[in-house]
């Protein structure tokens, strides 16, 4: 007997996940009756308010169906803990009431949808298939208004950079072409220092911004290549060293031999470069600033010490978030975008690594890099 080929549109189908729908309801015939009609669909039931809350709080619910009258917390006060929740969350309402305040309590809580009782199990199936129609065009304007935000305030970041070594090369200028200065004075040639160090600075802005716009685009995955991490970490610090400005800045860096990793070079020099200068940037000039590179069990394990400034507890979490710096004289005045350890993050994220940051203000940070091995 010959077999009939699957069409290949049907095995795509099978293969998707499928959408979850939780069905709040205190009468089991309901949700037995509801869970039929939506066969095509992974169901999940909850007899009331805060079974619901604990089952939704473990993840992965798409659409929430759910009665208006129950026992403890009823359904309009379900909508509103939900909505706190996930604000992007479709609700449908089942109501046995047409009365007018309970349509308007449910629509003040940002219901979605309105299904009456006795129920149609057509009209309940259509309800559910709209829902999630609305539920990927909320999540969609939801990251398009995110991504608005982001861009605001990385407009409003470049600005403030930029503004303050502008300014100050601005005036000197103006002062220069108005003779206040006497080039064979002292406090010009401290000037003019200070001036080379703010162009210096602006170049560097402008090649950050440059290394930023390409390596963040961290969708288009990795081009994976052979690389040497002993070469490129004794380049980094050479590097690094010298742009840092701090002749008593000390260095080290101890190593096993490592066999080759396969690594998106331009991202992973991304990564240690902005950890390593972070640790350089917060030493002071006589600090030390130490690197190790050594295997662990089936990962190597780069380990960037300092005995710099430290970084405080409770800003610890927020390190790796988009913009953040630690500013531990609440200057205003820290240098570079606040993207740096973000993006590392997420590049190491994308080699199956992991970074992690242990600091004590006063005693220095130890930055912890690890990434797999190519299997034996």
Request: glycine residues 8%; hydrophobic residues 45%; aromatic residues 6%.
């Given at each position: 007997m010959?077999?009939m ?8 189908v099978q293969?998707?996940?499928?959408k979850?729908?939780?069905i709040?309801?205190?009468e ?13 669909y992974?169901?999940?039931e909850a007899?009331?308010?805060?079974e ?7 993840g992965?619910?798409d ?8 026992p ?6 379900l909508?509103?803990?939900l909505?706190?929740?996930e604000p992007?969350?479709?609700v ?8 007018k305040?309970?349509v308007?309590?449910a629509l003040k809580?940002?219901?979605d949808?309105?299904?009456t009782?006795?129920?149609n199990l057509l009209?309940l ?18 990251n398009?208004?995110?991504?608005d935000?982001?861009?605001t305030?990385?407009?409003?970041l470049i ?10 090369i ?5 002062n220069?072409?108005?003779g206040?200065?006497?080039?064979e ?5 401290k000037n003019?220092?200070l001036?080379?160090?703010e162009a210096?600075?602006l ?5 950050e ?5 390409q390596?963040?685009?961290t969708?288009?995955?990795l081009k994976?290549?052979p690389?040497n991490l ?7 610090l050479q590097?690094?060293?010298a742009?840092?400005?701090?002749a008593g ?7 096993e031999?490592l066999?080759?990793?396969l690594?998106d ?7 240690l470069?902005?950890?390593i ?6 030493s002071?000039d006589g ?18 010490s300092d ?5 405080a507890r ?8 988009k913009?953040?710096?630690v ?5 205003g ?5 606040g993207?740096?350890?973000?993006y590392a993050?997420?590049f190491?994220?994308?080699?199956g ?7 004590e203000?006063?005693k ?5 890099i ?6 034996a």
């Open positions: 010959l077999e080929n699957q069409n290949p549109a049907m095995e795509l293969e998707l996940p499928r979850t729908i939780l709040v309801d205190d089991a015939i309901i949700r037995d009756l509801c869970a039929r009609a939506l066969k095509g992974r169901v999940l007899a009331e308010g805060e619901a809350l604990l089952i939704f709080e473990q992965g619910i659409v929430i169906l759910t009665d208006v009258m129950m403890g917390m009823g359904g309009i006060e909508l509103k803990r909505k706190e929740l992007t969350l479709v449908i309402v089942m109501t046995g009431f047409a009365e305040d309970v308007l309590n809580a940002d219901a949808d309105f299904i009782k006795p129920l009209q199936k259509t309800a559910v298939d709209n829902a999630l129609v609305k539920k990927a065009l909320k999540e969609e304007l939801a398009l208004k995110s991504l935000r982001l861009k305030n990385f407009l409003s600005s403030h950079k930029f503004r303050t070594p502008i300014t100050a601005s005036l000197f200028l103006q220069l072409a108005s206040v200065y006497d080039c004075d002292e406090t010009f040639r003019l220092q001036i080379y160090h210096w600075y170049e560097r802005l402008v090649a911004l440059l290394a930023f716009s390596v963040m685009d969708g288009r995955g994976l290549e690389c002993e070469v490129l970490i004794i380049q980094l590097e690094i060293k742009a840092s400005g701090k800045l000390e260095t080290s860096f101890s190593h031999q066999p080759p990793l690594l070079r331009e991202k992973i020099t991304f990564a470069r902005h950890v200068d972070n640790a350089c940037k917060f002071g600090g030390t600033v130490d690197v190790s590179l050594a295997q662990a069990g089936a990962n190597c394990r780069i380990v960037v005995n710099g400034i430290g970084i409770e800003d610890l979490p927020k390190i790796f978030e913009f953040y710096q500013d531990v004289g609440r200057t005045q820290i240098k570079g975008f993207l740096g350890l973000y993050k997420e190491i994220r994308l080699h690594g992991t970074i992690t940051v242990d600091s203000p006063g220095g940070t130890r930055v912890t690890s990434l797999p091995l190519p299997a």
